[in-house]
């Protein structure tokens, strides 16, 4: 007989686990100090080595761009800090710096059992979910800060997402209303809500110059969505691909990174079925700027791409919001249509099934259409705030929260 054990319980067991682990290492931790002060008549120092004012944790090397220009900054300043990452071959690691430490502490489990142990001043990270599945705030930790990793609703995330977190750092004020409707109806201690701007549009727009001979404005279509069962390949597929190879258009599709963990069999059964089309090909690139900048037009769903897209480089989407079930998402106890849903319809073009067999005719229309542009403009002015900015307001605000946080302790 095989002992089974299904994945939210397995989840809830290692919670357990880690959190009886974590309260036995401080209560020994506490008692070994003691000790020593003891044992030394007072004269012990007791201050931790392995406490650190600033920690930077990455889950995965595609948030790169996200914490890139908060370490620039940090660097610049002469700042001490601990960059921990999940990823292995992390960019990080192909950059010097003099006053970052860089350190991989493994995937999963691994890395979440050494982030409920951290001890540390301040903590930035774009992981949601703190103190609600298998990563939970450390006792060794005083302050946890949550970055947004796109220009988006600050209740996209999964239930609970950011509930938890002590600050969220957001791109525009227009993201503040919802968090503290949240706070309000779940009876949360109020978080600090500080608009810093967009880090990660800040790295792609630096880097946009690298891609300026790359565009093709006529005949590149990205087709490019978020993932989960209200996306655009999950709902349609073959029923979306076909008639756009049959434009004529040179297709590009690129899946949302976590659509090849969680869909992986679709997107193996949609390349097989067109491995020998020549006008479609795939994308698993790290940087999306390559095909963003090559293509002339974007199809997508609700993904936050689709910001990245129009305003760095002001070209039209066609969107589908294909029955977005919004149940599994912090929007769902929202009563107000999100953001980005209200300005999908100003930015973009809505695309429905019946238009697929005419969806060259809708391309060529929506490319046309000038309103779009300005309409692009108006958005990208009050989702993305303190442009080129972003890493300077965030060390700013996490460097003065630091000097709370020692100012308190000495106390």
């Not at 009876?187 to 967009?198: A, D, F, M, T, Y």
């Not at 919001?321 to 599994?328: K, L």
Request: contains cysteine; negative net charge; proline residues 3%.
């Amino acid at each position: 007989m095989i002992l089974y054990i299904d994945p939210g319980t397995g989840s809830m067991l290692f919670s357990i686990l880690i959190g009886v682990v974590a309260i036995i290492f401080f209560m020994l931790k506490a008692f070994w100090i003691k000790i020593k002060f003891f044992i030394s008549g007072g004269k012990v120092d007791l201050k931790n080595s392995h406490h650190v004012p600033f920690v930077i944790y990455s889950e995965d090397k595609r948030y790169w761009t996200v914490f890139e220009p908060i370490i620039n900054e940090f660097e610049k300043r002469r700042i001490e800090i601990t960059y921990l990452t999940s990823s292995e071959d992390d960019p990080f690691f192909n950059e010097r710096f003099e006053y970052i430490q860089g350190l991989y502490i493994g995937k999963g489990n691994k890395a979440f059992t050494k982030l409920n142990l951290l001890e540390a001043d301040v903590c930035i990270m774009t992981t949601p979910g703190l103190d609600v599945y298998q990563l939970k705030r450390s006792k060794g930790t005083k302050h946890y800060s949550h970055i947004l990793h796109a220009v988006d609703d600050a209740t996209s995330y999964r239930l609970f997402g950011l509930d938890y977190f002590d600050s969220v750092l957001l791109s525009g004020e227009y993201q503040i209303k919802h968090l503290r409707q949240l706070e309000h109806q779940r009876n949360l201690k109020e978080k600090e809500l500080i608009v810093v701007g967009s880090t990660y549009l800040d790295s792609l727009n630096n880097s946009l110059s690298e891609y300026e001979n790359s565009v093709d404005s006529t005949s590149v279509i990205l087709v490019a969505p978020s993932w989960g069962n209200s996306s655009l390949l999950n709902k349609y597929g073959e029923r979306l691909l076909t008639p756009l190879i049959e434009t004529g258009f040179h297709i590009i599709v690129r899946p949302h990174p976590q659509t090849l963990q969680n869909d992986q069999k679709i997107i193996d059964s949609l390349i097989s079925r067109y491995r020998t089309e020549p006008k479609l090909e795939w994308d698993f690139e790290r940087n999306n700027l390559k095909s963003l900048s090559r293509a002339s037009l974007m199809i997508s769903d609700f993904s936050g791409v689709i910001f990245d897209y129009t305003f760095l480089f002001r070209r039209p989407v066609l969107y589908s919001n294909v029955e977005f079930d919004s149940r599994p998402y912090d929007s769902w106890d929202i009563d107000e249509t999100p953001w980005k849903f209200e300005v999908l319809q100003k930015i973009g073009v809505e695309l429905k099934e019946e238009d697929f067999s005419h969806i060259k005719d809708l391309i060529y229309r929506t490319i046309d259409n000038t309103t779009l542009f300005e309409n692009i403009n108006i958005a990208k002015a009050k989702a993305w705030n303190n442009q080129g900015e972003a890493g300077i307001k965030v060390v700013d605000y996490l460097v003065e929260k630091q000097k709370s946080i020692s100012k308190a302790i000495a106390r």
